[in-house]
């Protein structure tokens, strides 16, 4: 098979076809009932959950108040990608959402990566929305005085890595009582879990527990109507703004100053964790087929669903940084906890279960997408024929559900909630790029059917060049020192947390010794927290630099420089590359400027996340690509003409 096979395309009178022959083989057409306001709700559906209810006290604790201008920036790149969602969607009005739409801008090989990243959205997504889940479970369980051990609702990572950290904070002077509750948390549960050797069993088991049922749902045919969404969602805001509501009584103002206390950096560093709040809106784009008038209603129904969520996001982030600091909000339940802290257990416990009803919806829809996702893949080809099995009395699609309930459950037990949010956004990120380079691809070719939705088409030839100098003068003018930080690759000082957590019992005696004798205000004598004595030195950037370089350790402890230090800024330079190369195809061919800006700000959203993510996913997608040539390339069903 020639090369150029990999990028074979399916026309849309093809998947028109493969349509009807599903019917004809008695897969039962979707009926076509949803309109703008249901199709709003149903987004609202999918991105009230987790993000709201969890991810969004990492992203304050990170970028403090200042976390809403994030907010704003992941909704414009959001409203972006939806318009070329929704010219897809009108042109292909099918389900198959962004894996389908790549068969017919790119070819298969694409199709296939995409296919294979909406995977990693859907799959670890639901292993996210599982964690948060039992987080919030196991809060409601403890508030009515069931106390579950901490070994069986905690990931093993955490565990591990919490006990690592908070034996090297007291092996530094710290106390257990001055522990975070996060780290008392791991360490228990690190302590006290069963073991087998060397090993300890530590899993977190109500996420295993709501994966199986709804996996069972699922699997039975439960899913939701139009009123049962509508309904979902009606409860949804009145909870949120119930918390506005009430929560605007408790803000205290102090609390907003600093409003960004760690700079731009700190704010772009919850990326992942506000990205992963709005991941829900793509799911309406697999709607299509049940879209009543999918071309005018289905950008309607996402622009909606983005701008009524931004609203409540910024809004419940000003409130939660207001009542309480910043740096305390890094929890699984910020809501409720919150509240707990202001003695207001009514509430933290009416969020508690509202937060469990919802993420086990959000929970239930997208554990519906995954499986129909492999079902169209397997269609085509490229899955094995078990994949797009429906179950003749269910009339669901059997195996791939049971799949996506392994593929789910058992990461949850050991992944932690940090990790499983980055790999789903990077995954999620990667599917908009791909989409909005998919509208800028076919913009200028005749040869392919136009729906009634077509992008706002704004001439970014000239638009672009001008975006880059003013965005350069604003690297060199205004922020010039981070730029040549950047550039030079300038040596780091690490943080004091990074540096006592780093330290051998000899060398945490060492630095003991000199903090006390430097200490002038006799500090050494109160306490022999390590952390919390080089920590008081980190408000003056240059008297802390001083203290760092005398510590007698190491300076590879102490510093982070070289290629272990580059190799953070590659997905950034990857960003730049790519930009510039934009930068000229814009130029050369005119390309629309909507979907073009949401490449550049998903790529850009990308290159925020770390080193380690990209890695993680490129494994992912190699793994991808080795199924794909020993199995789906030869058995595409565009390999056999006559079946398309």
Known sequence: MALSGLFRKKTVQDILKQVAKNEADGHNALGKHLTTRDLTAFGIAAIVGAGIFSTIGKASAD?????IFLFLFTALACSFAAFAYAEFASMVPVSGSAYTYSYVAFGEIIAWIIGWALIMEYAVGNITVAISWSDYFTGLLQSGGIHLPQWIQMDYLTASNGFKDATALMQGGKSYENLSTALQASYTAWTTAP????????????????????????????????????????????IVLLVIAVGVFYVDTANWHPFAPNGVSGVLKGVSAVFFAYIGFDAISTTAEECKNPQRDLPRGMMWAIIICTILYIAIALVLTGMVRYNELNVGDPLAFVFDKLNLKWMSGIIAVSAVVAMASVLLVFQMGQPRIWMSMSRDGLLPKKFSTVHPKFKTPSFATIVTGFVVAVPALFLNLTMVTDLCSIGTLFAFVLVCAGVLVLQNKTDIPRGKFKTPYVNSKYIMPVLMIAGLYYAFAFNNKATMAFINNETQTNDATTIITSLDKEESTKVFNYLESIDVHNKTAETSDLEHLLSQYQDDTVKYAEVVKGLPINDSLKYESGFSLFKHKIPMWIFIIVLIGLAVWSFR???SLIPLLGLICCLYMMAELSVWNWIYFTIWLLMGLVIYFTYSRKNSKLNFPKEV
Not at 63 to 67: F, L, R, T
Not at 199 to 206: N, Q
Not at 220 to 235: C, L, P, T
């Open 63 to 67: 970028g403090g108040p200042a976390v």
């Open 589 to 591: 061919q005119n390309l």
């Open 195 to 238: 073991t087998i050797g060397s090993f300890h069993f530590v899993a977190d088991l109500p996420a295993l527990f709501i994966i199986i049922l709804i996996t069972a749902l699922v699997y039975r045919g439960m899913k939701e109507s139009r009123n049962a969404s509508n309904a979902m969602v009606v409860v949804k805001l009145c």
